[in-house]
């Protein structure tokens, strides 16, 4: 099992900035892709970011140019810079984690961003 805890959310004003990060434990080998995904209020969860171990990436449409998705494979975190944030991305940010036996999810971190 992988437990993932994110950490990094809270209320922003519009314009404003925040990086969010999970910290995997566990059965931490053998995490490949690692990502971000959000849910708003009344919406279904959708895809923000993911990135591979080798660093590929990739970008949900509404995101990109304003925030960036990294890792450190060392410590297995991955960071969600977010920039320019605009009040339609309040939402429940939750890190995942796939290895071949499996995908984990964090608890999930709000974000609000005030117009």
């Known amino acids: 099992q992988v437990q993932l805890v994110e950490s990094g959310g809270g209320l922003v004003q519009a314009g404003g900035s925040l990086r969010l990060s999970c910290a995997p434990s566990?059965?931490?080998?053998?995490?490949?892709?690692m990502g971000w995904y959000r849910r708003a209020p009344g919406k279904q969860r959708e895809l923000v970011a993911v990135?591979?171990?080798?660093?590929?990436?990739n970008y949900a449409d509404s995101v990109k140019g304003r925030f960036t998705i990294s890792r450190d494979n060392a410590k297995n975190t991955v960071y969600l810079q977010m920039n320019s944030l605009k009040p339609e991305d309040t939402a429940v940010y939750y890190c995942?984690?796939?290895?071949?036996?499996?995908?984990?999810w964090g608890q999930g971190t709000q974000v609000t961003v005030s117009s």
């Open positions: 995942n984690a796939n290895k071949i036996l499996g995908t984990f």
């Open positions: 566990g059965s931490i080998v053998g995490i490949n892709t």
């Open positions: 990135i591979t171990r080798s660093g590929s990436t």
